[in-house]
């Protein structure tokens, strides 16, 4: 998988919301004047929401990488969906105002992609990680090591973008996808490896850990 788009500052996603907000902003000042005012305050969340600014990536070799901005909501024993194992589920909330842009928490070679079609209920909810829409990747560590990292819909969110596919290496920190309008990513680990945050701490995408494997 190439990485020509690393740090674009703006999500290139964004780009149409944004530039169709401040035409449409821009064009209301010349009708209404002041009262184009609530038109700005949209513009500027969505400038907001969509930016996507670049991170210092840890070279902690076993640390694994919060892919996502956000609160810790779970961290339990659970199933891997993917993998059909049992393994160490944490989850990463995202609301309207954290940076959306998903990054890989490992390097890797991706084994498996895929994709859910879902309901919408609110992403912070237990549920969520097996009704909502949902995009799951699985990679494969140099060590043999499996992680499956899922983006999950929220309840205003309606567009999962994954832009990885089987067969890619994604390395630490790289972009990967997005999620539009509040959502979830679901990080599943080995039984073996030691988390690093717990319910409620607020997290960084690439620069927080999340947990270190086992050496």
Not at 1 to 22: D, K, Q, T
Not at 51 to 58: F, G, K, Q, W, Y
Not at 171 to 187: A, E, M, P, T, W
Request: hydrophobic share 45%.
């Amino acid at each position: 998988m190439s990485n020509p788009y690393p740090h674009p500052i703006l999500a290139r996603e964004g780009w149409p919301f944004i530039l169709c907000s401040v035409c449409l902003s821009v064009i209301l000042s010349f009708v209404l004047g002041l009262w184009s005012l609530p038109f700005w305050l949209i513009t500027v969340f969505v400038v907001q929401f969509f930016r996507d600014p670049a991170r210092t990536i840890p070279q902690q070799a076993n640390a694994v990488l919060s892919p996502a901005d956000g609160r810790i909501v779970v961290v339990e024993r659970s199933q891997d969906p993917q993998l059909k194992r049992d393994a160490i589920k944490v989850s990463v909330f995202m609301n309207v105002f954290n940076v959306h842009s998903n990054r890989s928490p490992v390097d890797g070679v991706v084994t498996q992609v895929d994709y859910f079609r879902g309901s919408f209920v609110n992403a912070a909810l237990q549920k969520a990680s097996l009704e909502n829409e949902r995009n799951a990747v699985s990679v494969r560590l140099n060590d043999g090591t499996d992680i499956t990292f899922i983006q999950i819909a929220g309840l205003v969110a309606r567009r999962i973008l994954c832009y990885a596919k089987p067969g890619d290496t994604l390395h630490r920190g790289q972009r990967y996808g997005f999620i539009r309008f509040g959502s979830r990513v679901d990080v599943y680990l080995p039984l073996t490896a030691t988390v690093k945050v717990s319910i409620g701490d607020k997290v960084s995408a690439t620069e927080t850990i999340l947990a270190e494997l086992a050496r």
